[in-house]
């Protein structure tokens, strides 16, 4: 496929003509690339989806120039174009179904609207095919006639003797029902004679069995006999042991005990355990009261005492006192 390219060139008489050099033209996809390609190539085609481009005002506010920490803090604004939004719509997974009486309405959400260039125009087109028939039945397939049609007479006796042939046959059929009766009848007997051996054996075993079971009872009995007889005699060899230990602890308790009582005795009496109780009712009784009212009456005598020393004092002090103004008013009378 060949292509022209547009070429303007000037004529001797001062026009333009048109001419155009042959040239191949580029290999095209037969279908379009999908959104999520073209929005990629449009993006790194585009100066605006480059993130060091920085949009907006890059001026400082007194200075007039330039802040760079302003210029920072600011980011690109990038707006998505409808391709990127329809990508986007295919990987986000689909809305919930509407409640009854409500529908589903597509609207921008972004903060800047921009118009919707790409929309696909659609029409609905339809058509109706015939109805499929069915497939007709297959003939039956007949092989087409070759040959002559001839006949042959067969009398009787000319293929078959019945008498003749079936001589064999009954033979055979005897012989084997004969066989197979022998085979029953020593079946039977043998059967007979095993179920004869088998009750001669269970009976033999029965026996056998019992015979066990009776030796093994008395093996039982005995071991039982044995068991009680041996407990019997650990029990007497633990009373007579245990009547010999009480015994012998009885002699060492009388004997040991015959000079105890008399000490114990004396030590209790000594510390008071053993008492008469007229002394101990004067001594815990009789005792501490007249102690007490001894007491009583030697604070009562005290008191009394002290009283009266105290009043021979004041009466004293108040004689030697009017006794001294006596004196001083003699010796102020005096010339």
Not at 67 to 89: C, G, I, K, L, M
Not at 196 to 206: I, K, V
Request: hydrophobic share 35%; charged share 30%; glycine share 4%.
């Amino acid at each position: 496929i060949m292509a022209f390219a547009p070429h303007h060139r000037r004529d001797g008489g001062g026009l333009y003509s048109f001419s155009s050099r042959p040239r191949a033209v580029e290999s095209r996809p037969r279908y379009r690339e999908p959104p999520a390609a073209r929005s990629m190539q449009r993006a790194h085609g585009n100066i605006m989806y480059d993130r060091r481009v920085v949009r907006g005002n890059t001026y400082g506010r007194h200075t007039g120039r330039p802040d760079p920490a302003e210029t920072r803090r600011q980011p690109a604004v990038r707006q998505r174009s409808p391709a990127q939004r329809a990508a986007r719509e295919q990987l986000r997974g689909s809305s919930p179904e509407a409640l009854l009486g409500r529908k589903h309405v597509h609207m921008q959400t972004e903060r800047y609207l921009e118009e919707l260039s790409e929309v696909l125009v659609s029409e609905n087109a339809e058509c109706q095919t015939d109805a499929f028939l069915d497939r007709p039945a297959s003939p039956l397939f007949v092989p087409a006639k070759s040959g002559k049609d001839v006949a042959t007479q067969i009398e009787e006796g000319d293929l078959f003797d019945f008498d003749v042939e079936v001589q064999p046959v009954l033979e055979v059929l005897v012989g084997k029902v004969m066989e197979q009766s022998l085979l029953e009848v020593m079946e039977e007997e043998e059967l007979a004679s095993l179920k004869a051996q088998q009750r001669t054996f269970e009976e033999l075993r029965n026996s056998r069995l019992a015979e066990v079971q009776r030796l093994q009872e008395q093996e039982r009995r005995h071991s039982q006999e044995r068991e009680r007889r041996i407990a019997q005699q650990k029990e007497v060899l633990r009373k007579e042991k245990e009547t010999a230990e009480k015994i012998a602890a009885r002699a060492i308790t009388q004997q040991y005990l015959a000079g105890l009582q008399p000490a114990v005795f004396s030590s209790l009496r000594g510390h008071g355990f053993f008492y008469d109780p007229v002394e101990r009712d004067v001594e815990t009784n009789f005792l501490p009261w007249l102690m007490a009212e001894v007491n009583d009456t030697l604070r009562k005598r005290s008191t009394a005492r002290q009283t009266l020393d105290n009043l021979i004092q004041d009466v004293c002090r108040k004689r030697v006192e009017a006794f001294m103004e006596l004196e001083a008013q003699q010796h102020t009378n005096d010339p």
